[in-house]
């Protein structure tokens, strides 16, 4: 059982995280940089890979110091996720990563994010899945299905072909003049809403698709408020509908349940397929308690990773990184940043 360090900055949080033996996470340090995002709606790139530099040692200074010392003999090895992401902030992780395994002199093992957010339902939960299990991947830069037959043996079998259903939360919420990250305050709304209120469309694609499409959703729903623009003209020009507290709550939760309702199919349709044994879902979007509870009924188990692991952090790569170690797989310190995940079509 390996005491693994994990190094987490392939967006905009600044992350390292101690586990043991792939499950117990002894420290979880996150230093968010929604802040600095928040008056720009977004994740602006050369700013996030700035404030990685910034946040970098101070947050592997309170990984290890925090709570007690950890001294780096206790430590077996270093994870980072160097793949993908933003290519600025992974740098920053990946230099991190790679000058303390060789100075230290201590394995080095870089892990695919995505890979990362399908294992962190193993974090402090005490409860492994059943393989083969279809893994759903929802968060601001992801939208993806994946067949896990192993942990190490895990293939995409679906993607979204354009927005990521965060993404989407997090551009309706802008719509609806909200904060930022949209998520967490769309859910919230969504709560005191009705969801059949508005049909808004469910993107499916064709008959057999496995793909996601979020970004028709996005656009009806700016429709509703701004009124559909005639030919020639821009939406811009049409001023936003002013609506009540109830009539928001309504555009939350009608949104909310088109999203839901179309990943539930999509889960279904890849867990048929697939003959799988269980349902693995993680990334931002799995923190959300309308999603949370339409899978409560789905007829499979239903893994989801603790509220601290739904978001970017680094448990879940030191995590993964165990079942590497027990393998004897081990990256080489010319470990390079990636900007496109390892599992591909
Ligand atoms: O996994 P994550 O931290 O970053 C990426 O890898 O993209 O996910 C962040 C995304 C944001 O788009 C945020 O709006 C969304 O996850 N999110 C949520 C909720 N909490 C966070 N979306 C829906 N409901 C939530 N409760
Ligand atoms: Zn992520």
Known sequence: MATILGIESTCDETAAAIVVGGTRVLRNVVASQVEIHARYRGVVPEIASRAHIQGILPVLRESLQSDGLIDWDSIDAIAVAHRPGLIGSLLIGVTAAKTLAWSLGKPLIGIDHVHAHLYSVMLDTGEAPE???????????????????????????????????????????????????GGPIVDKLAQGGDPSAIRFPRTLLDRDSLDFSFSGLKTAVLYHI???????ESVKEHPPLTLSESELANVA????????????LKLQRAAERFNARSIIVGGGVSANRGLREALAQFGLPVHFPKFAYCTDNAAMSAGLAQVYFARGQFSSLDLDAITFSAFRA
């Open 131 to 181: 393989l083969p299990a279809v893994g759903l991947v929802c968060s601001g830069g992801h939208t993806a299905l994946y067949i896990v037959r192993d942990w190490l043996d895990v293939t995409l079998i679906g993607s979204t072909i354009d927005d990521a259903v965060g993404e989407a939360y997090d551009k309706v919420a802008a719509i609806l003049g909200l904060g930022y990250p």
């Open 226 to 232: 701004r009124g559909v623009p005639r030919r020639g």
């Open 253 to 264: 939760a009608s949104f909310q349940a088109a999203c839901i309702d179309v990943l539930r």
